[in-house]
């Protein structure tokens, strides 16, 4: 049984940092793509990076040159790295996978985890 766990959310200051954790059990994580997506109240879901088995990523436009994501496959655990934060980063992050060696950001995702919530303040 696939199963994501997220955590390191909390409550920061604009221009803090954060780093987020997926920890992965139930399916060979190494063989699968990886992301992290995001939901503000009132909107709707939206990829924010995605990292392939081979480490390849992408992330999209407005965090490029702040977060970065990496996953450590001994460990079977995915990260966000969360830099200079603003307040349009609050959201709830949630981890994904998908059972391929290669995605996008736009690709479709079977497995989700809980969510960890991020708050930036001004």
């Known amino acids: 049984q696939v199963q994501l766990v997220e955590s390191g959310g909390g409550s920061v200051q604009t221009g803090g940092s954060l780093r987020l954790s997926c920890a992965a059990s139930g399916f060979s994580y190494s063989d699968y793509c990886m992301a992290w997506f995001r939901q503000a109240p009132g909107k709707g879901r939206e990829g924010v990076a995605v990292?392939?088995?081979?480490?390849?990523?992408q992330y999209t436009d407005s965090v490029k040159g702040r977060f970065t994501i990496s996953r450590d496959n001994a460990k079977n655990t995915l990260y966000l790295q969360m830099n200079s934060l603003k307040p349009e980063d609050t959201a709830m992050y949630y981890c994904?996978?998908?059972?391929?060696?290669?995605?996008?950001?736009?690709?479709?995702?079977?497995?989700w985890g809980q969510g960890t919530q991020v708050t930036v303040s001004s």
């Open positions: 990292i392939a088995t081979h480490g390849g990523t």
């Open positions: 994904a996978a998908r059972g391929d060696y290669y995605c996008l950001i736009s690709s479709v995702y079977t497995n």
